[in-house]
């Protein structure tokens, strides 16, 4: 019988750890996948208790729950800036007609440049075989069958590829968003909870070498809230030199995903990074 409140972090017979997270519902939710040590679990732990405090938090997908194409590309036409609704519409219905009936069901990882080409192709010969179609319909009802009255195709192919395109640059983006918090706790010598408090003012990434300011830390209270405060010591108020590979990605990361003010976490679930905005699917 599971325990009514388990333990963060777990260690397997594998010798792998498993973490899990209490939800805001108060539901144990796992990580999607096991850790090699206890560190990188209980990384994982901080991660998702900051974001439930700042109330950005997501639930992580399931484990075997890679999210398709066809289920991506939906999710980022909900949530895509549009200001018009025929817009989305527009998305909705190259979706529906271009891209599910060969592309709804394989995994993101899955697909690859020459899968792309290749259901391009398809795509372009059935839009062709389509609209060869409905020209011999009108012509045999006598109608009109001008390049105005049947599109040959070609530039609903256009418009299903550039909504791929821009969807999968968001796909893209989203994979290495953790990727430096990870680097940061292997080489800063930093704490979890003192990475998970920084903010863009604590960098300093144009001296040589490159500084953080640690001034904060990310805690967590007898009574399980988790707040920022000052560290328990003075001595743990510091500036903490990086190396040169660590900067380098940490200005990426930056320039990706954290907003410009000051006080902008530098590592936080919800990015300053929108997706790309594809290219008009029809002509203005």
């Known amino acids: 019988m599971e325990p009514l409140f388990p333990r963060a972090v777990e260690e397997l017979r594998s010798g792998r750890f498993r973490a899990r997270v209490l939800g805001p519902d108060g539901r144990s939710v796992n ?9 990188d679990a209980g990384l994982w732990v901080d991660v998702q208790r900051t974001d439930i405090a700042r109330g950005v938090w997501k639930p992580p997908a399931r484990r075997g729950s890679t999210p398709t194409v066809g289920r991506y590309v939906e999710q980022w036409i909900s ?6 609704a025929s817009t989305q519409e527009l998305y909705a219905s190259v979706l529906r007609t271009c891209l599910v009936p060969s592309l709804d069901r394989i995994p993101l990882p899955e697909l690859t440049p020459q899968r792309v080409r290749r259901w391009r192709y398809v795509l372009g010969e059935r839009l062709a075989s389509d609209a060869e179609r409905r020209r011999a319909e009108l012509k045999a009802r006598g109608k009109d069958v001008s390049a ?3 599109r040959d195709g070609s530039a609903r ?11 999968m640059a968001s796909a893209v983006t989203d994979g290495p968003r953790y990727r430096v918090l990870v680097l940061a706790a292997a080489w800063s010598s930093l704490r979890q909870g003192e990475l998970l408090a920084l903010t863009r003012a604590d960098l300093d990434l144009d001296t040589d070498p490159a500084v953080v300011r640690v001034s904060r830390g990310v805690r967590r209270s007898d009574a399980g809230t988790i707040y920022t405060g ?13 190396p040169a590979p660590l900067a380098d990605a940490l200005a990426a990361h930056l320039a990706a995903f954290v907003g410009g003010e ?7 679930t919800s990015p300053k990074y929108s997706p790309p905005k594809p290219a008009p699917l029809c002509p203005s």
């Open 31 to 39: 990580a999607p996948s096991t850790f090699a040590t206890c560190t």
């Open 148 to 150: 105005a009255s049947v």
């Open 157 to 167: 192919q256009a418009q299903a590829y550039r909504l791929l395109r821009a969807a």
């Open 79 to 84: 949530a895509h800036p549009t200001a018009r």
């Open 262 to 268: 000051p006080d902008a976490l530098v590592f936080a």
């Open 230 to 242: 000052l560290p328990k010591t003075k001595s743990s108020v510091r500036t903490v030199s990086l």
